[in-house]
């Protein structure tokens, strides 16, 4: 009974290098958060998606991110031409249910920009 | 705009005190409350939470209780463990505004339980 999957662990990039953060909810589950937590700071709400269909990116910087739930595969979180401030640890949950359900988190990617 | 705060950076308790653990909010349209753990290097696992119909709600070592006249809340922890040491995170979501759970999440409080 695998938790939500998160790869990879660690990301290291070069400014104006592109990241893409990949998330496996757990099995059952439809719905996808991800999270940005940057140094000595909560974790601050970035997108939620649900299987083809971003529901809500209000959190997602207007530029240069990117994110996507397709039918078959993994979530993914991009991240185009970074630079040092995206430099954070970027956390995906999922959940079986769109509300009223506990969020269950992956062990995070650990972003560092050059 | 920080809705959600938590304004001990750290805390101590002796192994078998009780550790309390103290958030502020600001948005008083927050109806749910949840108090997440964080170890290093793994994502938050819930812990407990509290619908702003109630004012406490109780889960084994863990209490929490809800202020809503002062928008506040705490997370008691008793007796407290060494292995309770870890980063706790209170976070807050309007359950009203969308169908979905957008969490708030505060900046967290580090407890250490010293043996």
């Known amino acids: 009974n695998a938790g939500v999957m998160q790869n990879p662990r660690h990301l290291v990039r070069r400014r104006g290098q592109e990241a893409r953060l990949r998330c496996s909810p757990m099995k059952g589950h439809s719905h996808v958060y991800w999270y940005r937590q940057l140094p000595e700071e909560g974790l601050k709400f970035m997108v939620y998606?649900?299987?083809?269909?971003?529901?809500?990116e209000s959190g997602m910087p207007k530029e240069r991110f990117s994110a996507e739930f397709p039918k078959e595969g993994p979530s993914i979180l991009r991240i185009q031409q970074v630079v040092r401030g995206d430099s954070a640890a970027y956390f995906c949950?999922?959940?079986?249910?769109?509300?009223?359900?506990?969020?269950?988190f992956g062990p995070g990617t650990r972003l560092t920009v050059l | 705009d920080q809705q959600v705060k938590q304004n001990s950076p750290s805390l101590s308790v002796q192994e078998g005190r009780i550790s309390i653990l103290n958030c502020d909010y600001t948005n008083s349209m927050f109806d749910y409350f949840l108090w997440y753990k964080k170890y290093p290097a793994e994502g938050p696992t819930f812990l407990i939470s509290?619908?702003?119909?109630?004012d406490k709600n109780e889960d084994g070592r863990f209490t929490v209780f809800l202020n809503k006249s002062a928008k506040h809340l705490s997370l008691h922890i008793v007796p407290s463990q060494p292995g309770d040491s870890a980063v706790y995170f209170c976070a807050a979501s309007d359950r009203k505004k969308t169908s979905y759970d957008k969490v708030i999440f505060g900046p967290g409080t580090s407890l250490s339980v010293i043996p």
């Open positions: 509290i619908s702003s119909i109630k």
């Open positions: 998606l649900q299987k083809e269909n971003i529901i809500d």
């Open positions: 949950a999922s959940s079986r249910r769109q509300g009223g359900d506990e969020q269950f």
